[in-house]
T-cell receptor, first 116, second 114 residues
Framework: DAGVIQSPRHEVTEMGQEVTLRCKPI?????LFWYRQTMMRGLELLIY????????DSGMPEDRFSAKMPNASFSTLKIQPSEPRDSAVYFC??????????????FGPGTRLLVL | AQSVTQPDIHITVSEGASLELRCNYS??????LFWYVQSPGQGLQLLLK??????LVQGIKGFEAEFKRSQSSFNLRKPSVHWSDAAEYFC????????????FGAGTRLFVKA
């Protein structure tokens, strides 16, 4: 299995521009998570989906952030307009809910975003 | 409110020495507990997890962790550290399996000296 795939791996943009981060979860996984990691705030859960439906977006920092999951194999996290304080590493993770409930989240390699 | 505390920002150990990374949590009930490792430029990889049963859990790469309810702790241990263990380690808690609303600690960076 290729694991969770994220693109791009690095993104440098200017303040005010739109940024779109992409994620392909592991095939068969029905949960998808978006996290943000910064030195100041550590690792934060932004939003997660179950069967392509957003379940909890309370971690999304503000309206400039939006996430979609149009199908089971693709999700996007969009920032519009971007600001320098959005600079961080964004991780996507997926998991499969099993009857035993002992599923594990598998993380992608992350997208390192720098907003100038 | 749920929280996870990793008291040590960084730790340096000699190769071959034993290791213990501390983790304390605050939660109303027994949560699900995880340890993840993150190598530079990489995502997080699960080392081990505790849901119930035996309070001493074994993980990958020779790591183990012990859940102590009375101390609200879930410390990670390894008897002999290898240079390749140098990384950042995160303790995490979740209200139920699957890691939904998982809360991560700030991380402990491990340095290994020859």
């Amino acid at each position: 299995d290729a694991g969770v795939i994220q693109s791009p791996r690095h993104e440098v943009t200017e303040m005010g521009q739109e940024v779109t981060l992409r994620c392909k979860p592991i095939s068969g996984h029905d949960y998808l998570f978006w996290y943000r990691q910064t030195m100041m705030r550590g690792l934060e859960l932004l939003i997660y989906f179950n069967n392509n439906v957003p379940i909890d977006d309370s971690g999304m920092p503000e309206d400039r952030f939006s996430a979609k999951m149009p199908n089971a194999s693709f999700s996007t996290l969009k920032i519009q307009p971007s600001e320098p304080r959005d600079s961080a590493v964004y991780f996507c993770a997926s998991s499969s809910h099993s009857s035993g409930g002992e599923e594990t989240q598998y993380f992608g390699p992350g997208t390192r975003l720098l907003v100038l | 409110a749920q929280s996870v505390t990793q008291p040590d920002i960084h730790i340096t150990v000699s190769e071959g020495a034993s290791l213990e990374l501390r983790c304390n949590y605050s939660y109303g009930a027994t949560p699900y507990l995880f340890w993840y490792v993150q190598s530079p430029g990489q995502g997080l990889q699960l080392l081990l997890k505790y849901f119930s049963g035996d309070t001493l859990v074994q993980g990958i790469k020779g790591f183990e962790a012990e859940f102590k309810r009375s101390q609200s702790s879930f410390n990670l241990r390894k008897p002999s550290v290898h240079w390749s263990d140098a990384a950042e380690y995160f303790c995490a808690v979740a209200p139920w399996a699957g890691g939904f609303k998982t809360i991560f600690g700030a991380g402990t960076r491990l340095f290994v000296k020859a």
